[in-house]
């Protein structure tokens, strides 16, 4: 048994055996690198645009809070329909944005090349921009200052 691990049963002896060996560590090397790369590469995606989407709304509601006050005094509207022209204001460049991102991206990177997982990585990227940018205005809410 032992000398059947070791190649002795293969015709070129030890040396076949270990030439396998040195192949296959190659092999796994390559694609551990590989694997590597690609989900480097996809963490910085995610973290770029998540980071790019909570910096673009992280000051929002400090730069508009005086404009906002004033027309709140003058009885023009409340906190409910600004809040929500807001978002619905923001939310084309929260779907086009990452569309763009995703068609350079995706094949830049290399990855499948079905519209099925195209579209599931476009809408991953959507949904953490949605949320990136939600946590902003929350962040924006909570203070007043700059």
Same mark, same amino acid.
């Given at each position: 048994?032992?000398? $059947?691990? /070791?190649?002795?049963?293969?015709?070129?002896?030890?040396?076949?055996?270990?030439?396998?060996?040195? =192949?296959?560590?190659? &092999? &796994?090397?390559?694609?551990? +690198?590989?694997?590597?790369?690609?989900?480097?590469?996809?963490?910085?995606?995610?973290?770029? *645009? %998540?980071?790019? $989407?909570?910096?673009?709304?992280? /000051?929002? @509601?400090?730069?508009? +809070?005086?404009?906002?006050? +004033?027309?709140?005094? $003058?009885?023009?509207?409340?906190?409910?329909? &600004?809040? !929500?022209?807001?978002?619905?204001?923001? =939310?084309? *460049?929260? #779907?086009?944005?990452? /569309? %763009?991102?995703?068609?350079?991206?995706? %094949?830049? *990177?290399?990855?499948?090349?079905? %519209? =099925?997982?195209?579209?599931?990585?476009? *809408? !991953? #990227?959507?949904?953490?921009?949605?949320?990136?940018?939600?946590?902003? &205005?929350?962040?924006?809410?909570? @203070?007043? $200052?700059?």
């Amino acid at each position: 048994m032992i000398f $059947n691990d /070791l190649g002795f049963h293969h015709a070129n002896g030890l040396a076949g055996k270990v030439d396998v060996e040195k =192949t296959h560590k190659t &092999y &796994y090397a390559k694609l551990f +690198r590989s694997g590597m790369e690609l989900y480097g590469g996809l963490f910085f995606v995610g973290t770029n *645009v %998540f980071m790019g $989407n909570l910096m673009n709304t992280i /000051l929002v @509601f400090q730069r508009e +809070r005086p404009v906002f006050l +004033r027309e709140q005094a $003058n009885k023009m509207y409340s906190v409910g329909p &600004y809040f !929500t022209s807001k978002i619905i204001m923001d =939310t084309p *460049v929260l #779907l086009i944005a990452p /569309l %763009f991102s995703s068609f350079i991206i995706y %094949f830049a *990177v290399g990855l499948e090349t079905t %519209f =099925t997982q195209f579209i599931l990585f476009y *809408v !991953t #990227l959507l949904m953490q921009s949605q949320v990136a940018a939600s946590i902003g &205005y929350f962040v924006s809410s909570i @203070f007043e $200052n700059e």
